[in-house]
């Protein structure tokens, strides 16, 4: 069945590094896919999205691109700050209609 | 703007007990759902609407009752809890029943079976 895949975490960086979250996804065709941010005792809310092949997503100074070659949809930030700390989801649509999730990623961002 | 209200935001029940998980959103929109989040696991869909009247079972509904009689409403029902089902629960909810939409979620509630 249709599945979303992430790096485990947790990733734990310096403040200023780079930053790359993979996410790669099982599904037919080509769905929308979603990065979501989840900040410690919050819900999810959505960071970025991208609706169609090579669709570049970006917020808040997070990038993704929608790589359908690869079936990837890796999360990036050039410059991560304490304030970027919190767990990640990737996400798809699945063939029925409904938003199916990764794992999750943790990040911690130490000063 | 209350967007999507979950209530309680914290349970503890013992085995066998019965309880509601309250969803409410203000937004109007059409789609509802709920999830759980267990560590390792992401959220995984319990249950789902795609407008009043209208339910439908997810990933994993068993255990676990909804019914939508409003828009604005969406009740997540345990009949009797188990240890299993301890878990943190996310009500979300988006326009249409499309599949490029983005999902509002709630703030949570954690549950706790003895």
């Known amino acids: 069945g249709d599945s979303v895949t992430q790096m485990e975490g947790p990733v734990t960086l310096s403040e200023e590094a780079f930053l790359t979250i993979n996410c790669t996804y099982t599904?037919?065709?080509?769905?929308?896919l979603f990065w979501y941010v989840q900040y410690p005792g919050e819900g999810l809310q959505l960071l970025l999205k991208?609706?169609?092949?090579?669709d570049k997503g970006s917020n808040k100074g997070f990038e993704a691109t929608y790589r359908k070659e690869t079936t990837s949809f890796h999360l990036e930030k050039g410059s991560v700050q304490v304030s970027d700390s919190a767990v990640y989801f990737c996400?798809?649509?699945?063939?029925?209609?409904?938003?199916?999730f990764g794992q999750g990623t943790e990040l911690s961002v130490k000063p | 703007n209350a967007g999507v209200t979950q209530t309680p935001k914290f349970q503890v029940l013992k085995t066998g007990q019965s309880m509601t998980l309250q969803c409410a959103q203000d937004?109007?929109?059409?789609?509802m759902s709920w999830y759980r989040q267990d560590p390792g696991m992401g959220l995984r869909l319990i249950h789902y609407?795609?407008?009043?009247?209208?339910?439908d079972q997810g990933e994993v509904p068993n255990g676990y009752n909804v019914s939508r009689s409003t828009t604005e409403d969406f009740p997540l029902r345990l009949l009797s809890a188990a240890p299993s089902q301890t878990s943190v629960y996310f009500c979300?909810?988006?326009?249409?029943?499309?599949?490029?939409?983005?999902?509002?979620f709630g703030e949570g509630s954690r549950l706790t079976v003895l």
């Open positions: 609407s795609v407008g009043a009247g209208i339910t």
């Open positions: 979300a909810s988006s326009y249409g029943t499309g599949s490029t939409g983005e999902l509002f």
């Open positions: 937004m109007n929109h059409e789609y």
């Open positions: 996400a798809a649509y699945n063939q029925g209609g409904k938003l199916i």
């Open positions: 599904a037919t065709g080509y769905p929308s």
């Open positions: 991208a609706t169609k092949a090579d």
